[in-house]
């Protein structure tokens, strides 16, 4: 993988070939820091590029490309829980997939939408805690592709959705309805980034703690 070669190259005499830090450099695990909050992808790059300010990591001059396959290489050095900690009732799990989560997601064979990110395989991509805080706080993190925003187009027509892409020209998001937009700039009047994430936020009382080691669990059998 392209990230890992740049990571050994270019990071590793300080965090380690495999990011667990050094006994003899000052550089932290990279594989604790995804649980943390504020440390999202978005937090990664920043630091990767800008260097950590009175420190000596430095800031980086690659491309945007490069600098999202380190973070991906990055993200791909947790060590998951084993499947010890997917314990709950995989069967439950998917009745309640079905019920709160299917509208906007697939997981493995399971049918679903595409407003959020295909859940297949996530419990080896992140850890538990962290999809916990996914499901209570959406907000907290929301990935490249599946930002939220508003659009506005010139003949008063106004849609939500998440934004997959933009350049100079054109936009596309895919709409709270679910089907795939293109907007030329040209007709688009005003563009609202959104603060809030499109997934609503799934409290203690709307699933309990039970019911997500279910779901969890679920997710784990859906590689
Ligand atoms: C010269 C040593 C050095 C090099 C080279 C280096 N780092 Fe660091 N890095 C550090 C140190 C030290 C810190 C902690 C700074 C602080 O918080 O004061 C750090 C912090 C970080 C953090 C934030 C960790 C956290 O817990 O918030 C990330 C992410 C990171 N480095 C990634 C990288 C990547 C990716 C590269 C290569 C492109 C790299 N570093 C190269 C020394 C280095
Ligand atoms: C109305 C649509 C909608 C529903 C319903 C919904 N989600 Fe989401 N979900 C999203 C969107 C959009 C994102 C991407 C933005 C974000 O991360 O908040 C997302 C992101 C996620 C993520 C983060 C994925 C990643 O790659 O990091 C997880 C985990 C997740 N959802 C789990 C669930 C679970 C479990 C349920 C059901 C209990 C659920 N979602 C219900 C729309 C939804």
């Given at each position: 993988m392209a990230g890992?070669?740049?990571f050994r190259a270019q990071c590793a005499t300080c965090h380690g070939a495999d990011g667990k830090g050094i006994l003899s450099i000052d550089?932290?695990?990279?594989t604790l820091?995804?649980?943390?909050?504020g440390v999202n992808d978005e937090y990664v790059f920043n630091v990767v590029r800008d260097g950590i300010p009175g420190s000596i990591m430095p800031p980086h001059?690659?491309?945007?490309?490069e600098i999202w396959m380190l973070v991906a290489f990055m993200a791909s050095l947790v060590e998951f829980g084993g499947d010890a900690d997917f314990m709950g009732d995989a069967g439950n799990g998917r009745r309640l997939f079905a019920e709160n989560c299917a509208e906007c997601h697939r997981a493995g064979e399971e049918a679903g939408g595409v407003l959020g990110p295909s859940l297949t395989g996530i419990t080896l991509r992140r850890a538990p805690?962290?999809?916990?805080?996914?499901i209570r706080e959406p907000s907290g993190r929301i990935e490249r592709g599946f930002r939220p925003v508003t659009v506005e187009t010139g003949i008063g027509e106004s849609v939500t959705g998440v934004l997959k892409n933009e350049d100079a020209f054109s936009l596309q998001l895919v709409t709270e309805d679910q089907s795939l937009r293109a907007f030329h700039r040209i007709g688009v009047r005003q563009i609202t980034r959104l603060g809030e994430s499109l997934m609503p936020v799934f409290s203690e009382a709307d699933l309990d703690?039970?019911?997500?080691?279910d779901l969890l669990a679920f997710l784990h059998g859906n590689q």
């Amino acid at each position: 993988m392209a990230g890992g070669a740049l990571f050994r190259a270019q990071c590793a005499t300080c965090h380690g070939a495999d990011g667990k830090g050094i006994l003899s450099i000052d550089a932290p695990d990279l594989t604790l820091m995804w649980g943390r909050d504020g440390v999202n992808d978005e937090y990664v790059f920043n630091v990767v590029r800008d260097g950590i300010p009175g420190s000596i990591m430095p800031p980086h001059g690659f491309g945007e490309t490069e600098i999202w396959m380190l973070v991906a290489f990055m993200a791909s050095l947790v060590e998951f829980g084993g499947d010890a900690d997917f314990m709950g009732d995989a069967g439950n799990g998917r009745r309640l997939f079905a019920e709160n989560c299917a509208e906007c997601h697939r997981a493995g064979e399971e049918a679903g939408g595409v407003l959020g990110p295909s859940l297949t395989g996530i419990t080896l991509r992140r850890a538990p805690d962290a999809l916990v805080q996914s499901i209570r706080e959406p907000s907290g993190r929301i990935e490249r592709g599946f930002r939220p925003v508003t659009v506005e187009t010139g003949i008063g027509e106004s849609v939500t959705g998440v934004l997959k892409n933009e350049d100079a020209f054109s936009l596309q998001l895919v709409t709270e309805d679910q089907s795939l937009r293109a907007f030329h700039r040209i007709g688009v009047r005003q563009i609202t980034r959104l603060g809030e994430s499109l997934m609503p936020v799934f409290s203690e009382a709307d699933l309990d703690a039970d019911e997500l080691a279910d779901l969890l669990a679920f997710l784990h059998g859906n590689q």
